[in-house]
């Protein structure tokens, strides 16, 4: 399943949010040398208990909007992100 985010680094926490546009995560991680990127991925498997080598970053290295590859059912995954939406981690 390919999975679009915006993703907002720097922030005070872990978060996951619903926009009108699709998904925004905030993130802890700063966007200097890759530490955004390595956190998204893992905050994404803590969070929908997917292994991260399950999980490629198709699109958006340097950009903050993401193209994640997540290997499973399209429908688990996003019942686990609606269910995370504001939760802060």
Not at 21 to 44: M, S
Not at 53 to 60: A, E, T, V
Not at 62 to 73: N, P
Request: proline fraction near 2%.
């Amino acid at each position: 399943m390919l999975i679009y985010l915006k993703v907002k680094p720097n922030q005070r926490f872990n978060k996951v949010e619903k926009v009108e546009t699709g998904w925004q995560i905030r993130l802890k991680a700063p966007a200097i040398d890759g530490k955004a990127n390595e956190n998204l991925v893992e905050f994404l498997s803590e969070l929908l208990k997917i292994s991260k080598s399950k999980m490629i970053l198709k699109k958006g290295h340097t950009s903050r909007l993401k193209c994640i590859d997540i290997e499973g059912d399209e429908s688990v995954i996003l019942a686990k992100l609606e269910a995370s939406i504001n939760k802060t981690m």
